[in-house]
């Protein structure tokens, strides 16, 4: 179990990277309901104005959370979160799709046992969530 008796604002979780992939989009596509064709179809997703087919918003705000939950170590744990999306996540058709990097920052320590932890997840050295943080109950 993790010591979060010395926890101070401003101290970093540990990072997290994952890649997307196209095979990883259509599987949650499928497993979401959200079967809109910007996820999946280069065509479409270029003759909306994009440079190629996105990640979904929801997975990408999904494994921004692991990075508190990894720590915290109880999903439970977790009782606010929200994120912006305010760049897409573009996926390329390769076998080892795209990087993407999520970290996390103790913002706030609150007299109530709750922690505010803002998180980043960064795409070819853009920040791709806005003002996304979690409010979270430390074990006991």
């Known amino acids: 179990m993790t010591?979060?008796?010395?926890l101070t604002v401003?101290?970093?979780l540990p990072t997290i990277g994952k890649f997307f992939t196209r095979?990883?989009?259509?599987?949650?596509?499928h497993a979401s309901g959200d079967m809109n064709p910007i996820h999946q179809d280069e065509s479409v997703a270029k003759s909306v104005g994009l440079p190629d087919v996105i990640a979904h918003g929801m997975l990408t705000?999904?494994?921004?959370?692991?990075?508190v939950?990894?720590?915290?170590?109880?999903p439970t744990a977790v009782i606010d979160y929200s994120v912006?999306?305010?760049r897409p996540v573009v996926v390329p058709n390769t076998a080892e799709g795209v990087l993407v990097t999520f970290a996390g920052?103790?913002?706030a320590i609150n007299d109530d046992g709750t922690v505010?932890?803002?998180l980043s997840a960064v795409f070819a050295e853009q920040t791709v969530l806005g003002q996304a943080r979690a409010l979270v109950r430390l074990p006991q």
Do not use: H, N, P
């Open 3 to 6: 010591d979060f008796s010395a």
């Open 10 to 12: 401003g101290d970093e």
């Open 23 to 29: 095979a990883q989009l259509v599987a949650y596509a």
């Open 61 to 67: 705000m999904g494994a921004a959370i692991q990075v």
């Open 69 to 74: 939950t990894d720590w915290v170590k109880d």
């Open 84 to 86: 912006r999306m305010t």
């Open 105 to 107: 920052k103790v913002a």
């Open 116 to 118: 505010r932890v803002d």
